[in-house]
């Protein structure tokens, strides 16, 4: 596609339920990065994927948090038992790039806006 | 480990006016500089960068000088427009750390600017 496509763009769920996030990267980009931007504060990253593999994950907060792309494209973002606290903005990227990807500049999503009541 | 401080907002100027953020940064390696700007409903956009010590970048009217003794990378427009008014983010890419595949940003800079 044209740009880097999230759905949904807003979710609503009940503290304990499980949650998928999706990220559509730009056709042909090998590396996607998932962020998290709480209110009033920078994007937190993730996680890094080169292809399939996740190749950091490093930033992910816990186990409850795991995310996916098995066909090196779609990548989706899976939370369980979702906790108020985990109530953000949630940000994908992608980069045509194989390595020093921030250097060249990510093309960022609008993010999905998670509310957990 | 690597962070990033920014001027704390929100900036409220009048159109014309002359506008700078500051952003200083620590880092354990040579870091890649960066500022990302957000409108309105849209996502993060990369405004401009520089990759080395006394590198300016510009775009829109926007320039930033990495400046190494004073670890900054301070924000500024001559002249801002209302059309300038988003959420200015100041970020870095630490070679060493993580080897540029990722970004740590500062908290960010709201800017409105009204006619």
């Known amino acids: 596609g044209a740009g880097v496509s999230q759905t949904p763009s807003n979710k609503v769920t009940e503290k304990g339920k499980y949650v998928e996030l999706r990220c559509d990267p730009i056709?042909?980009?090998?590396?996607l990065y998932w962020y998290r931007q709480s209110l009033g504060q920078g994007p937190e990253f993730l996680i890094y994927?080169?292809?399939?593999?996740?190749?950091?994950d490093s930033g992910l907060p816990n186990d409850r948090f795991f995310a996916v792309r098995p066909e090196g494209s779609v990548s989706t973002l899976k939370i369980q038992r979702t906790e108020r606290g985990d109530s953000a903005m949630y940000l994908c990227?992608?980069?045509?790039?194989?390595?020093?990807?921030?250097?060249?500049?990510?093309?960022f999503g609008s993010g999905t806006r998670l509310t957990v009541v | 480990g690597d962070s990033v401080t920014q001027m704390e907002g929100p900036v409220t100027l009048s159109e014309e006016a002359f506008l700078t953020i500051n952003c200083t940064y620590t880092?354990?390696?040579?870091?890649?500089l960066f500022w990302y700007v957000q409108y309105p409903g849209e996502g993060l956009q990369l405004l401009l960068k520089?990759?080395?010590?006394?590198d300016k970048g510009s775009n829109k009217g926007f320039e930033a000088t990495y400046r190494k003794e004073t670890t900054s990378f301070h924000l500024e427009k001559g002249s801002v427009q209302v059309s300038d008014s988003a959420v200015y983010f100041c970020?870095?890419?630490?070679?060493?750390?993580?080897?540029?595949?990722?970004?740590?940003f500062g908290t960010g800079t709201r800017l409105t600017i009204i006619p």
């Open positions: 880092a354990t390696g040579y870091p890649s």
């Open positions: 990227a992608s980069s045509p790039q194989a390595g020093g990807a921030a250097n060249y500049g990510y093309t």
């Open positions: 970020a870095l890419s630490d070679p060493v750390d993580f080897g540029n595949e990722k970004l740590t």
């Open positions: 994927f080169q292809g399939t593999g996740a190749a950091d």
């Open positions: 056709s042909g980009h090998t590396a």
């Open positions: 520089a990759t080395k010590a006394d």
